[in-house]
């Protein structure tokens, strides 16, 4: 491991955060990264460090973020149901009217987004095709029979979760993740942030191969669930991609030119740390969103043993991931997520914070850098 010069700025207060960041490269394997934080809407940590093969890195470089992702595509829907353009307790069948098919007519908004709807991996076998023209996927998926009754279990919707949330706000407002996030998130508060790029475009900067794993029996798990069709499934989407090399996968065309809300999002740490601290405060005079549907979208509607794969500790809410032993962000009260490969984006409702980082360098097992600087940031305030 080597030490890296890190740029930027720290407030008074926040130095424990920077030097987080320090040992992130010293002592964790980062290679090129950066970490924001804002404080009641005003950033007082913007640094970043490193390079990767296209050259420096710089507070304007964009990644693949992964299911960060879902955290954004999350704040996009309960915008619209802030405006009363969808009932999260209503059936997806008034959105939605081909969804309601093999037991699915009482599915809620809310199951799809707390990963209990039972369609984690789609049955039907895709094709790049079909990704790019958004419905085919959708289709498919109110065609399919869900896995458990609705709402009574859950699991992780690795990438069914964005076309599923998607195409419920693309029903009740006429426009998808992406054009709403252009529309109303990103146009607003002057984010970098898309989903799907063109990966020869200035500023992309491609994810390096993971780092090592050092953890033998995390590494068991994961094969273990790797090897559940189910899980293989949610992941690959029926063989389209390769579940064991996604990180790779991320950096291609085939990734990069579709619209996946639940995977590919392309931005940069300051974005990600602007969008979130805007769900719990002004920044610049834009909200996102109020007090009251945060407060409701933290409440803990999945958590335990899933209906498969490991149970790894997580919790989730309405959408977002809640503090939980997996990912404790900065204790009760915070919600987010995070990505494969170690990113992470948060807020905390109470204290008006929010934080990103964003790695070009995917950890291995186990990957403590997010949690680092997160705990740096809580002894902070």
């Known amino acids: 491991m080597t030490a890296a010069l890190v740029q930027g700025h720290v407030s008074s207060g926040f130095e424990p955060v920077a030097d987080a960041f320090a040992d992130n490269f010293r002592l964790r394997g980062d290679t090129a990264a950066s970490c924001v934080v804002y404080a009641q809407g005003a950033p007082v940590v913007d640094i970043w460090a490193g390079r990767t093969a296209r050259g420096a890195w710089t507070p304007d470089t964009r990644t693949v973020v992964f299911s ?6 999350t704040v996009c829907l309960l915008m619209a149901a802030e405006r ?31 990963h209990r709807a039972g369609l984690p991996a789609p049955e039907a076998d895709l094709t790049l095709e079909d990704l790019r023209a958004w419905e085919p996927v959708a289709e498919a998926l109110a065609r399919q029979a869900p896995a458990w009754a609705p709402g009574t279990a859950y699991a992780y919707h690795a990438l069914t979760f964005g076309w599923l ?15 709403w996030l252009s529309q109303y998130v990103a146009d607003p508060l002057s984010l970098t942030m898309t989903f799907g790029a063109d990966p020869e475009s200035a500023g992309f900067h491609p994810l390096a191969d993971p780092l ?64 979130y601290a805007a769900t719990v405060g002004e920044v610049d005079g834009v909200r996102l969103l109020g007090p009251d549907i945060v407060g409701d979208a933290l409440v803990v509607r999945s958590a335990g043993r899933p209906f498969v794969g490991p149970d790894v500790n997580s919790g989730w809410g309405t959408g977002f ?28 409702l109470e204290s008006e914070v929010a934080f990103a980082y964003q790695t070009a360098q995917p950890g291995g097992l186990p990957d403590d850098r997010a949690d680092a600087l997160s705990q740096a940031l809580r002894d902070c305030l």
């Open 68 to 73: 960060v992702s879902k955290g954004v595509t």
């Open 84 to 114: 009363g353009l969808i009932d999260l307790d209503a059936p997806v069948a008034k959105y939605w009217p081909e969804f309601a098919e093999h037991g699915k007519e009482t599915t809620t908004v809310r199951q799809l987004l707390a």
């Open 165 to 179: 949330a998607g195409e419920v706000l693309r029903r009740a407002t006429g426009l998808r993740p992406g054009q």
């Open 212 to 275: 090592p794993s050092t953890d033998p029996e995390a590494v068991a798990m994961m094969a273990e669930a790797l090897a559940t069709p189910l899980v293989e499934r949610s992941i690959s989407l029926g063989g389209l991609y390769d579940a064991t090399r996604i990180a790779q996968v991320a950096n291609t065309q085939a990734w990069l030119s579709a619209e996946i809300p639940a995977g590919n999002l392309v931005t940069d740490a300051r974005s990600l740390a602007r969008l």
């Open 321 to 348: 991931m809640t503090s939980s032993a997996h990912r404790p962000m900065i204790g009760p009260g915070s919600f987010g997520h995070d990505g494969l490969g170690g990113c992470l984006g948060f807020a905390h």
